[in-house]
């Protein structure tokens, strides 16, 4: 309300204001588009590796506690009472466990309260044109999406002279990289498009920003092993996509 009452005081239209956000900001645009209170207030909106996912008011309670912690779940789940037990798991065993948690461990989050935001998930809001606001959207990632968080694996990569990173072996960690960018860019992007796709709204754009590798500089390539960097790549990707979208 504060934007729309003074934007013109900065040289911008109150008819035709636009919401950006990146990760975590990706999210808090994705809630304004539910948000009933945000009707009318917004008219473009554009999502950068974004997420958009909320928790149950009873999830969010949980995180404090109420209900047993993660690692009691998983215990239970694999039937384990000592270290010993555990250590005798298989990790595919493990990792299944895991892929069935019923907890939520993301801190903080959007939580479905039914002020703010409806109470159902930001998924199933999108999937009706009724329970979201109709406003153009472009929603996109970057070209490697979860380098940056890759470089702070030991498995993956090590740093050099105790600071710069490089990878163990760059075929595997290029190859880790696009399953796990590819991964990434069907929950943030292709998923909430086509959810959005079937309500029966066309509104929607997407995008992948690339670009060229920055090359070898003091005997470092970090361009291969970071990328993501949002003080770098993802300004320029914001940059560009206003003025394509001017």
Known sequence: EWVG????????????ITIF???TGGQ???????????????HRAIIQSGVFESVSMAEAEYIEGDLPNPAQV???KLKVTTADELRAVSLNDLFEAYERKDFF??????IEDGIALPTMSIRRALSSTETF???PLIVGTTLDEMKLFMISKD???????????????????????????RMWRSRSVDEPASIMIRAGYDQIYSYRFDWDDGGTKLLMDA?????????????????RILVFWE
């Open 133 to 135: 606001h109709q406003v």
């Open 155 to 181: 498995i993956l990569a090590k740093k050099r002279f105790w600071l710069f990173p490089t990878a163990h072996d760059q075929g595997t960690y290029d190859a880790v990289s696009e399953y796990l960018t």
């Open 223 to 239: 361009s291969k092993n970071v990328r993501r960097c949002p003080q770098l790549r993802h300004t320029l990707c914001f940059q």
């Open 105 to 110: 461990n993301w801190l903080p989050s959007v």
């Open 5 to 16: 009452d003074n934007i013109d005081e900065f040289g911008g239209d109150p008819k035709n």
């Open 28 to 42: 808090n645009v994705a809630s304004l588009l539910i948000a009933p209170a945000a009707e009318g207030l917004l």
């Open 74 to 76: 998983i215990a239970g």
């Open 21 to 23: 956000g990146e990760s």
